[in-house]
């Protein structure tokens, strides 16, 4: 549900530079070691229009200032040496340039759209964002990880928000439960997938070229984009049998298949640099047949039914029959990737399952439905929606930790906006003529 949440400031800066092809662009201020250009302006700005649809208005001496406090923050997070993982960044900027790829349809497509003439100028220039967007997270987290806030607080701040009229609306919300049955591959289908996995080791051992293989045969969706490649390092965020696999290989070796989440691979290391390891692999799921998936299609359909007799209730279903690892021993119940909680905000649903839920009653059960996996594994679902709140005015007691949210933020922010007002007044701003008539709300303008 959560679908690369940076992507749209990602597209922003990609299409920066995109811009930059077409005309010369000016430097509007230089921060510390950043400079901030013209169209950089312009495309957050056009950005943050887009995404509140255009409710809110910005001046560009408004946008500068916002970006101006993230060169600000990026540029002291150097100074203060704070370290980002290299091989992640890798990672991300493949997740992104993979997904780009595949919504537009092509590679050559996605290099079009955003102007570049190759992958690596467009990999370059996500890393550089990627980069910096880490760098201003550490940078926010340091400054404000022993800031708390206590009950009294949240009850002012409420209380302020309320004689004010500004009491936030909260959109109607939901919780949901689940039970899950994989649809699995026949022992056959395993074996035959472990079987042609061993030789295509054997090939490429007499001489085959691996990465060949893997753009031929690996069901890895970034396949062919990346050939199979991956840097890894012990902390990059892979599945663990896979990172596993990657540490125990001699450089040059190809390992025996084995098995993940996502199906049997095998895995040549390429290179070992270090803590790092360069490394191929090919992806191989089995694929079950029709039958398998009937019937777990029709088991489920059974539990459903056991369900709405009341013969067992839901929670004791879902530990009896569900097969997801994360939500089996909690009921089901699903967390929201987005706020860390359990409600989902119906407007801002995934729309297939908004689709799935959204008719439902406070109790009730959805139909049985498949549902499939980015890496295309399959299987079969039902929701229990547990409770719904329909849309309101902030109340203090209903929505305290919602408010309580709010407070904390508020309160880092400003004291992020304190330290801002400190480190300007010893870091070099430089502001061309055209920005220096600006009235912003820091000193900026300190020595112009």
Not at 237 to 265: N, R
Not at 336 to 362: I, Q
């Amino acid at each position: 549900m959560k679908r690369f949440i940076v992507i749209a400031l990602m597209i922003s800066c990609i299409q920066v530079l995109a811009q930059e092809k077409v005309k010369i662009d000016g430097v509007a201020t230089v921060v510390g070691d950043n400079i901030v250009l013209d169209s950089e302006i312009d495309a957050f700005k056009q950005e943050l229009i887009q995404q509140s649809g255009g409710q809110i208005e910005i001046s560009d001496c408004e946008m500068l200032e916002q970006i101006m406090n993230r060169k600000l923050l990026a540029h002291h997070a150097v100074i203060d040496s704070i370290v980002v993982n290299e091989g992640e960044i890798q990672q991300q900027v493949q997740r992104k340039t993979d997904y780009f790829s595949q919504q537009l349809g092509s590679q050559e497509k996605m290099l079009e759209l955003y102007g570049f003439d190759n992958l690596k100028d467009l990999k370059d220039e996500l890393y550089r964002v990627e980069k910096e967007g880490l760098l201003i997270q550490k940078m926010q987290q340091q400054l404000t990880a022993d800031i708390d806030i206590t009950p009294e607080e949240v009850k002012r701040y409420y209380i302020s928000l309320e004689e004010e009229g500004n009491l936030p609306e909260i959109g109607a919300e939901i919780e949901l439960s689940q039970i899950v049955l994989n649809v699995e591959p026949s022992e056959e289908a395993v074996e035959k997938t472990i079987a042609r996995l061993k030789e295509i080791k054997k090939e490429v051992e007499d001489g085959g070229n691996f990465k060949m293989k893997a753009i031929l045969y690996s069901d890895d969706p970034g396949v062919t984009q990346n050939s199979g490649f991956y840097s890894i390092e012990r902390n990059s965020p892979f599945v663990k049998e896979f990172k596993e696999t990657a540490f125990s290989l001699e450089e040059g070796e190809i390992s025996q298949p084995f098995k993940s989440d996502f199906g049997y691979h095998i895995m040549l290391c390429e290179k070992i640099k270090g803590k790092q390891r360069d490394v191929y692999h090919i992806l191989m799921q089995p694929k079950p047949d029709e039958d398998e998936g009937e019937k777990v299609r029709d088991s489920l359909i059974k539990y459903r039914q056991q369900i709405l007799k009341m013969e067992v209730p839901f929670e004791e279903a879902v530990l009896r029959y569900s097969q997801d690892k994360d939500t089996r021993l909690s009921g089901g119940v699903l967390m929201n990737p987005e706020s860390g909680d359990t409600h989902f905000d119906l407007t801002r649903m995934d729309p297939d399952l908004y689709a799935k839920v959204s008719s439902l009653k406070e109790g009730e059960i959805s139909d049985v439905f498949l549902d499939e996996t980015p890496q295309g594994l399959k299987m079969y679902k039902i929701l229990l929606l547990k409770s719904r709140t329909e849309s309101h005015t902030a109340d203090l007691v209903q929505d305290y930790v919602k408010i309580m949210d709010l407070a904390l933020q508020k309160k880092k922010t400003e004291s992020i906006e304190k330290w801002s007002e400190e480190k300007i007044q010893d870091t070099y701003v430089n502001i061309n003529d055209f920005y220096s008539k600006c009235e912003f709300k820091s000193n900026w303008s300190k020595s112009q």
